[in-house]
Structure formats: C-alpha cells, structure tokens
C-alpha cells in the first residue's frame, strides 16, 4: 500500500546536534523528577499506547492507512493471521478452522468457518448476538469493490476472484449502488461454514490476503442500519469492543467478553528463538489485555511528558530520549526500554515515468534520474533529517518478505562527481547562470511536489541542497494532503515523496506499484515498460520456490536499470515502552506495530 508523503516524514521533533543534547537534558531531568511516581501506579490489564494522529473511522473497508485499517481490524474476525513469534511469518486460523484447501490448479480456495463465533448484540439483530457465517465474508468482500465505498484498498482484488469486478462494473455503469444480493461465481457459501473462492489465474500469495485485517468480516445487518456511521458505532466478533469513540481523538477498547475461544499459543509459536516471557503466557486467553486505551498525541515531546508521568504505556520514540538510535542510558536507568526492529516498509522519491522532462526509457532520461538520485547524501539525510536513527537503503525487499535477496544491494551511492559526469555526457549542459540545460538547449526546471509543515519545509531544503550539486534546478509544490493523493492517482507530478507499506509479506506486492495496469490504483511512479510488466505477470501465477526468486531477481534488476524511484534511509521501528508492558515485537507482517497490542501484557511495575 502506497503512503503519503506525511505518513513517511520524519519525527516531529528536530535538533542540532548541540541544542539536541541540552533538550535530552531538559526532558531526562524532567522524566528521573517524575519517574518515582510513576512507578507507583499499576494499570492492570490496560495499556495506554500514543499514536501521532488520530482516527476517523473504524470500518476497515473505509481506512485510509495501514494503522487504522489493523486497529479497527482487532474488532473484527479475519479467516487467518499471522503468528507473532514465527519467523519467517506463518499464517495460523482465526475464524477458520483449519488452513485452507488449494486446488491442484491453484485457482480454488476452500475454507471453512468455526460455527459459535457470533457478532455481539445489536437491534437489527433484535438486542441479541447472530452468528457469523460464510455469507458474511463474501457481503464483507463486495464491500471492496463497491464504488460507493471508494475502498482505499479494494484494488487488492481488483482482477484476481471471478466474477467480481464484473458486479463492480455493473454497478458503475449503472445506479451506483452495488448489489450485494447477486450471485458471483468466485465467491460462493457452499454451506453455512464453508466457503469457496475461485480465482481468475493461479496465485500462491491471495492466502495471504485472507489474514489482512482490511479483509475483516462485518455484518450486513448492522452497516446497513448504521450506513456511513457504522465507521462510528462498529459491530464486530473480534477480540475487542468499542468503549468510547472520540473521532480524531480517542479510542477505548474492550476485550469482548463472547470472543471465541483462542489462547496465547493458537496464535504465537513460542519456539527456541522465542523470548523467555513468551512460555509464560501459554494457556492465556487471546487478547491480553482486557482494556485498550489510543489516544492522538502529535508532539513528540508532549508525548515523552505523558509516558513518564504514567499517562501512556507506549509510544514512538521521540529523539529527545534518544542518543543516536539507541536509548539515552539516564531513560533506560528510569525502567523504560527501547523496542527497534526493521519495518516491512519503504521511503523513497517518486519519479514519474510518463512526465516528458523526466521519465521514459531513453538513455539522457534514465542518467537525468540516475544523476538526481546519486545527488542525495544518504548520511546528510540521517544525521539531518532522521537524527542518526536510520541506516542507508540497501535492498527493495526488506528482510522477511518474500522475494528478499540477502546478495542484494541496492545500487545508488552518494556521488555527486559521477552524477555530473553522466549528466555532461548525455547532454546536460550548463548554462551562464550554472543550472543546466535539456539536450535540447531548452530550461531544464523540476518539480518536486510536497506536502505542508515546517518538516516538509526542511525536506524541500535538504533537496534544493542535493539537486544544486549537479546544477538541477527545482522548485516545489507544496499542496495538501488530499491534493497530493489525487495527483499521486492521475500522475500529474513530476517528483514526490512517498512510501510503501506491505499489504502481505510478498515482494509481489511492491512489484504491483510498478506494473503498468496498476497506473491510477497503487502505482509508484506511473511507469509502464512491457518487459517490467511480462515479468510481474509470470510472477503473479508462479508457485513459490527458486522459479518465483529468478523472476524477482530479474524485476529488480530492470528496476534497477529504468531507476524510476531513489529510495531513501528508512529509520527502524523504534518505541519507547514502560516497565510494566512486555511483549512487543516488530512483526515484518504488520504495517504498523502499533496494532499488536492484543499480545501485549502488562504486569505490576515494581515499587
């Protein structure tokens, strides 16, 4: 999934070097004054976790980023999801009661449901809870494709079950309204608990679809009743329950005293490699925790003051507890500790393939990419930008994906002689004024559009600085958010920041924003190269083993070739967490850890 340019900014609270030191300083001594109370309180079975905005629904079908669709996913069932401790990722049941049964076409998935999970009480189903069947998850499919929805991630299915975007089609072409009453041929309920999905073409990764908290299962009654509020007022069989609803704001779940039976090891491995505080909790009901508290906390420093005053359990580690990318020692001599792991995402400058400055195929296009990529300082951008706490890039594939390379590096370096170089050679010349010129004698001047804010401000800066190297002019753009999303679908940018976030833990899934009948759902950089795209379409259907590494292999080398983004050092996931939480980890499935706290635990802090 594609994430704006603000999802991938850096941290709110920016420093020199020299003034950064006097505010760690500042704050330390403010959290050693109030640790001791701190540590007097015990939260019980409640966490309180800290998220840098806040959130405006909780219909998964309607989220508009990873963390809220994984958030309002823990009110609902999904078929599968994803072991914690198991690395590399496997899928356990949910709502299943067993994995499913492929076709020996690879075209056909049976599953079949738990009967006795039920979706809590509500008036359309008379005050009493009804029980979740397969029909439910094929209403909860079609939410999908439904145009009056504008599912942000509906084009997951775009192509790939029968039938399917034919009712799409039917319904654009038609009223608008989708009707859910028709029959399709990929999605059919052979009994009350079974389901079966008939895919349009082999593929060894939709399975993993099947444990996307986005693919939660809701019932029709209740969005029906509710329409456009149900992202308000959720009705679910998940493991948690809406206590307080406060849009923007406020979030306050409940363990759902109904959810169906699931302990601690149905859904994380505790094996050899397992940390010592995980056979501790073998035979514990599934959720931990009985009470979840989220609240929207923007400023880095407010939410450092929170944490150690014992309002918040976690958070985003700000750079004012930092030193360097590890704790500073007087945070961690408080009790908090440091959580770092590598995220299953990527940062990046977007190139548009099909603007006529800067993109297409030929050779002055790829250099006038290539130069511009080899101008950015990757260690300016971490010191700068980043505080310290990131790493170059070095591979597309982030480890435990499939597809990842471990021989892999990516092949951009910081080589601002080189870049002029390749620029004089392909035409590029300089002008009196020291910008250089098209190979046509015309202005060479780009665009690079942005988002608002003083951090965006910064970010234009350090660019203008990267891109005067090579003798590049650029202006920039700044524009809102949803401005930004729109021109990001009809490819009316030059450059962008951007991001991705993986929807599975499949390198397919990246190489998706680079296939061209992608163009205007998830792509990238708008690019459309036929040998790129042969490629992705003999991936889609190849069953996994070496055949499926040698295509991945030759789609990063041709990516590597067109260089239609520069990626960019993506700092590590790192959270600060109180004394009395145990249990976090930084999963390669889940876009954003923060939705894990269902296997948290919260034990008494010591006194």
Not at 221 to 228: H, I, K, L, P, R
Not at 237 to 264: D, I
Not at 560 to 579: S, W
């Amino acid at each position: 999934m594609t994430v704006d340019a603000a999802t991938v900014s850096p941290p709110a609270l920016r420093c020199r070097r020299s003034v950064c030191v006097k505010r760690i300083d500042v704050v330390v001594a403010l959290l050693l004054i109030t640790v001791g109370a701190a540590a007097n309180t015990v939260h019980g079975a409640t966490a309180r976790i800290a998220y840098r905005s806040g959130f405006d629904t909780l219909d998964p079908a309607r989220a508009r980023n990873v963390l809220t669709q994984a958030v309002a996913g823990t009110l609902f069932d999904q078929l599968y999801t994803y072991d914690y401790l198991a690395r590399p990722v496997v899928l356990r049941p949910l709502a299943a009661s067993g994995m499913p049964r492929i076709s020996a076409d690879g075209r056909e998935i049976t599953v079949t449901l738990k009967s006795g999970i039920h979706f809590t009480p509500h008036a359309s189903f008379g005050n009493r809870a009804r029980e979740l069947t397969a029909d439910d998850f094929i209403y909860s499919l079609k939410r999908f494709v439904d145009p009056s929805i504008r599912s942000p991630t509906g084009s997951l299915f775009s192509g790939r079950i029968e039938g399917l975007d034919d009712l799409a089609i039917a319904a654009t072409k038609g009223s608008g309204r989708l009707d859910y009453d028709a029959k399709v041929a990929g999605l059919v309920a052979l009994d009350r608990y079974t389901l079966q999905i008939r895919l349009t073409r082999p593929d060894p990764t939709f399975v993993y679809l099947l444990a996307n908290p986005g693919m939660s299962i809701v019932p029709r009654e209740v969005v029906e009743a509710e329409g456009e509020a149900f992202g308000q007022h959720p009705v679910g069989s998940g493991p948690y329950v809406v206590r307080e609803f406060k849009p923007g704001t406020r979030v306050v779940l409940e363990r759902n005293p109904a959810y169906h039976p699931v302990l601690w090891e149905d859904v994380a491995t505790s094996g050899t490699n397992a940390p010592l505080w995980a056979a501790a909790l073998r035979g514990r009901p599934f959720p931990l925790l009985d009470q979840v508290e989220l609240v929207a906390i923007p400023e880095a420093s407010t939410g450092l003051l929170a944490l150690e005053r014992g309002e918040i359990d976690v958070l985003h580690a700000p750079t004012a507890a930092l030193d360097g990318a590890t704790l500073d020692p007087r945070v961690a001599k408080a009790g908090f500790t440091l959580v770092r792991g590598t995220p299953p995402r990527l940062a990046f400058i977007s190139f548009n393939m099909q603007d006529p400055q800067i993109g297409g195929s030929s050779p002055a296009a790829i250099a006038l990419r290539r130069a511009l990529a080899m101008a950015i300082d990757d260690d300016d951008y971490i010191h700068g930008l980043q505080d310290g706490s990131a790493s170059p890039p070095r591979f597309l594939i982030p480890p435990g994906i499939g597809g990842h390379d471990p021989a892999y590096r990516y092949p951009v370096r910081f080589d601002p002689a080189g870049a002029n170089a390749l620029l004089d050679r392909f035409g590029y010349r300089k002008g009196r004024d020291g910008y250089r010129q098209r190979p046509d004698g015309t202005a060479l001047r780009l665009t690079l559009t942005v988002g608002t804010g003083s951090a965006q401000r910064q970010w234009s800066e350090f660019l203008q600085r990267s891109f005067d190297r090579v003798g590049i002019r650029v202006g920039f753009d700044a524009v809102a958010p949803a401005e930004l999303s729109s021109r990001t679908a009809t490819c009316h940018y030059q450059m962008k920041r951007g991001g991705w976030i993986f929807d599975w833990p499949d390198g397919s899934n990246l190489m998706l924003a680079f296939y061209g009948q992608a163009t205007g759902t998830v792509t990238v950089s708008c690019m459309r190269d036929r040998e790129f795209d042969a490629l992705y379409e003999r991936l889609v259907v190849a069953p996994l083993g070496k055949d499926r590494e040698r295509l991945y292999r030759r789609m990063l080398e041709r990516l590597d070739v067109l260089a239609p983004i520069r990626l960019l050092p993506t700092p590590d996931d790192m959270y600060l967490v109180a004394p009395n939480i145990r249990g976090l980890v930084i999963h390669p499935a889940f876009g954003d850890n923060f939705a894990v706290f269902p296997y948290l635990d919260v034990t008494p802090r010591s006194k």
